[in-house]
């Protein structure tokens, strides 16, 4: 019985063996896949983030970007924001979301009547005339944080923001920020008085559904 034993146990470490092998190979096999295409995508990404850099770094802004929609089609982009969010989470409620921001229109008009002042100072060729503005998202810290956007001047030169607030993502070299941050600041000196705020900046507008009021 003994003599049986020993070859028996052999085979039955050299099965074994070969199944935890042929494991293996198997697990090998399906890390080199994921590896590849983890290097592929990554390196799509680069691609494309290149792609759009490259992009910013050339492209002006027109002041007449955008376009009036129909409310018919405003109601149905609010009905697909909120599929989405459902997408993602089957428990989201809109009652509980804020997809919406007020800004009081004469907040507004004083923004752009400043803006209409400082483009007079910096003429119709020149690289620092704002010629939009661009919304961000962001929060506001406190007892009860809460999603909110601002508004924030583009020049015509690539794109840039006034001020560099988007450190994450700069579209172009320092000097450039420094030569508009100064231009503004040159702009405020020379023409403050005239202005409704000296900051370009437009936030702390109320966000919706419940914060409305």
Do not use: H
Request: hydrophobic content about 30%.
């Amino acid at each position: 019985m003994k003599k049986l034993f020993l070859p028996l146990l052999c085979i039955l470490i050299m099965v074994s063996s070969c199944v935890q092998k042929s494991k293996y190979d198997e697990l090998s096999k399906k890390y080199e896949e994921l590896k590849t295409s983890m290097q592929k995508s990554t390196s799509q990404l680069y691609v494309q983030n290149s792609f759009v850099d490259s992009l910013c770094q050339t492209r002006d802004i027109d002041p007449n970007v955008g376009s009036r929609i129909p409310w018919q089609l405003a109601k149905d982009k609010l009905a697909e924001y909120k599929k989405k969010m459902r997408e993602l989470d089957p428990n989201y409620d809109p009652k509980n979301d804020i997809y919406g921001y007020t800004i009081g229109l004469k907040t507004i008009k004083d923004l752009m009547d400043d803006i209409e002042i400082y483009n007079i100072f910096y003429g119709e060729n020149d690289p620092r005339r704002i010629t939009g503005l661009r919304v961000y998202k962001a929060w506001t810290m406190g007892k009860d944080p809460y999603q909110e956007v601002f508004l924030i001047p583009v020049v015509k030169n690539k794109g840039l923001n006034i001020y560099n607030v988007d450190p994450d993502y700069t579209k172009s070299s320092d000097s450039d920020y420094d030569e508009l941050e100064m231009g503004w600041n040159q702009f405020v000196s020379e023409k403050g008085a005239e202005l409704t705020s000296i900051d370009p900046i437009l936030n702390t507008s109320k966000p919706c559904p419940n914060l409305c009021d």
